[in-house]
């Protein structure tokens, strides 16, 4: 390895661990019958970047590692930051505990090494790690199990590391997922998809990142149809988990992004299901059915007590009827988010992660035989989006005609179908051209939405507290009467937004 830097790709799942639990996983039954005597190691790796994050803005990480027995120089490169099971990593033995920066010619890192950027390279914090190793069977594959317990550190800051790895060594990648599963019968395991490196960033800008929005996915033109969909999905579930602890804690924007991750999810799903429909996709849509669902009644809440009742407070102050309203939707928020978390900490809800990135990455659509399907695969996206887009586009054109005189169900159908193709929109912004078109057509999807899902709201609102409380200084239908006018405005743009992917 010491004469050229190592080129690989890391197919791993990593999990985090209660620290209480981690003796457990050392002693489980799994790995009693190791191939290889277990390991113990003090790992300490120093990680390197600009003041101005040059290299994370590439989603390029540089790490020296103290092994102990000499220093190992490691380049992961992460294709967008929605990357929980590969990733291409570039590794070399260095002589020292500085990046040796002549040895990165032909890894990601490479064309980031501007001048100004090798001048200005720092350490800016560093992960003290004990790990424990495992070689373990599973299935026809030898997996290696890393139990890791330490702290990332930065400047006088900590924050613990307490993480199960388990990365292929060699064979199939149903064998770590069938590994994954046994532990998490056991195990209240969570899907870690934030690296030690972004923790580091995290503590360096001295603050967690507790909620998360939808990142920007880089989809290009020649990428193939079944890569595509899975960078699109896992940034979809990354949004989900990333977002589930905050919301398990009552914060109304995490469960707001939790929400949105899992309707981008839905939403990719029927945008590529000519190519991914197979025997387990309607288990899927009724996991991620079920999880919605089961978020939905806090959200609603939320909603009215910012849109209905806070601005009804502030207007009448002393208006006791409204405090006594205001009281009671407390105390079903209270409600609701105990019934949000129970469902984002249960077994089911962990199970349907693992299963969720077991079918992106291997589902049973991947491996298909079927010559139309394999060929769907190795198509250029650019075909599959502009095909998409083009049906997303004429079904909300069909489906917003006669918008005022469409019932309150019609309306919600046609909102449903405008967020796919915003969403759709937002995917493939990488892939095709007409950036102009592109952003007047979302911004008059993104009207659109929101005129609906508040005509929406207002027709279910008396379903959350009793009739006459959310009448304000506009009366319902004046209201009403504004926000159909907006949304026949915003539907008029976008009719006359010419498809931004044509010439």
């Known amino acids: 390895m010491s004469g050229s830097a190592h080129h690989s790709k890391e197919i791993e799942l990593k999990f985090e661990v209660d620290p209480q639990d981690a003796a457990r996983v050392a002693s489980h039954a799994l ?13 300490v790796s ?12 590439a989603r390029v990480y540089l790490r020296v590692r103290d092994t102990g027995t000499g220093y190992l120089q490691t380049i992961k490169w992460m294709r967008s930051e929605a990357e929980p099971v590969q990733r291409l990593e570039w590794e070399r033995q260095i002589t020292s505990p500085c990046p040796e920066l002549d040895h990165a010619e032909g890894t ?27 070689l373990v069977a599973s299935g026809d594959s030898e997996i290696e199990v890393a139990i890791d317990q330490g702290a990332v550190v930065s400047a006088e800051r900590r924050q613990p590391i307490s993480e199960l790895e388990l990365e292929l060594k060699r064979g199939e990648t149903k064998d770590l997922f069938r590994l994954a599963r046994a532990f998490a019968q056991a195990l209240p395991l969570r899907l870690a998809v934030k690296t030690k490196a972004e923790r580091g960033y995290e503590l360096v800008e001295g603050h967690p990142h507790d909620v998360e929005k939808a990142g920007d996915i880089d989809i290009k033109p020649d990428m193939t149809t079944a890569d595509a969909f899975r960078a699109i999905a896992l940034s979809c579930l990354r949004q989900v988990i990333v977002n589930e602890p905050a919301m398990s804690r ?59 009742l806070k601005p009804l407070r502030d207007a009448r102050p002393e208006d006791e009827t409204l405090a006594a309203a205001h009281r009671e939707v ?20 962990r199970n349907l992660v ?25 198509r250029p996206i650019a075909e599959l989006a502009e095909k998409g887009l083009r049906r997303l586009r004429k079904r909300v054109k069909k489906k917003g005609a006669g918008l005022r ?56 609102r008396h379903t959350l507290i009793g009739h006459g409380v959310e009448h304000g200084p506009a009366s319902s239908e004046e209201q009403a009467a504004k926000l159909l006018h907006n949304a026949e405005d915003a539907f008029s743009r976008f009719v006359d937004t010419k498809a931004f992917w044509k010439a």
Do not use: C
């Open 31 to 43: 790995l009693r019958d190791s191939l290889a005597p277990p390991e113990e190691r003090d790992l």
């Open 46 to 57: 120093f990680y390197f970047d600009t003041s101005e994050f040059a290299l994370r803005k």
């Open 108 to 134: 990601a890192l490479a064309p980031l090494l501007a001048p100004e950027v090798r001048a200005s390279l720092q350490r800016l914090f560093e992960t003290v790690v004990k790990r424990k190793t495992f």
């Open 250 to 308: 009552g914060q109304a924007e995490a469960l707001h992004q939790m929400r949105i991750g899992l309707r981008r999810l839905r939403a990719a799903i029927s945008i590529f299901d000519d190519v991914v429909a197979d025997e387990e996709q309607e288990k899927v849509k009724a996991g991620l059915k079920w999880i919605t669902q089961e978020l939905g009644p806090a959200r609603d809440l939320d909603v009215f007590a910012a849109d209905v």
């Open 330 to 349: 407390e105390k079903k928020r209270a409600v609701a988010y105990a019934s949000a978390a129970s469902a984002g900490r249960s077994p089911r809800f």
């Open 354 to 378: 693992i299963d969720l990135v077991e079918w992106i990455e291997a589902g049973p659509w991947s491996v298909d035989d079927d010559e139309v399907r394999k060929e769907l695969r190795k």
């Open 405 to 460: 005189h469409q019932s309150v169900h019609e309306r919600h159908k046609l909102r449903i179908r405008a967020k796919r193709l915003r969403y759709a929109t937002e995917f493939f912004a990488g892939t095709l051209t007409g950036a102009k078109r592109r952003a007047g057509a979302l911004s008059a999807l993104k009207d659109l939405q929101d005129a609906l899902g508040e005509l929406n709201d207002m027709a279910t």
